[in-house]
């Protein structure tokens, strides 16, 4: 399983955002990330430094949001749905997508839905659960 730190995950999205500036080949995944950064142009002065970027503190203390953390939820979700798991995300995303008229907006949704799973599943103790992770995407 693939387990990349926090400087790994903004070096990633750093040296995406720079091939895509440069014209260079992106990898699959970078495409995705790229479109992902394109959504954002809020981030683009904070991927412009690699330096800064792995070392700035995006604490809630801070009150700053961290844009690798967003892009990463991004990233995540985006794969969710291109492989259907959990079972459900797909259609939840298409109907939420659709309800919203905005694919972009419906990912934002179903973030709180992930950063609720995940949270329930840290302070559990247990594995995330994605019947309630998608039956959270349906509320929406």
Not at 108 to 117: A, S, T, V, W
Request: proline share 6%; glycine share 4%.
């Amino acid at each position: 399983m693939f387990n990349p730190s926090q400087q790994d995950v903004r070096r990633f999205f750093c040296e995406t955002y720079r091939k895509h500036r440069a014209h260079e080949i992106l990898t699959p995944i970078e495409i995705i990330a790229s479109d992902w950064i394109k959504q954002h142009p809020e981030y683009t002065s904070t991927l412009e430094d690699m330096e800064s970027a792995i070392h700035a503190d995006y604490s809630v203390e801070n009150g700053i949001s961290n844009p690798f953390l967003h892009l990463a939820m991004h990233l995540s979700i985006a794969e969710q749905i291109s492989i259907d798991q959990p079972p459900g995300i797909r259609t939840a995303f298409i109907k939420l997508s659709q309800r919203l008229d905005s694919e972009h907006e419906a990912h934002h949704h179903i973030m709180e839905c992930l950063g609720q799973m995940m949270w329930t599943a840290q302070r559990t103790g247990l594995p995330p659960d994605g019947a309630a992770y998608i039956e959270c995407i349906k509320q929406r």
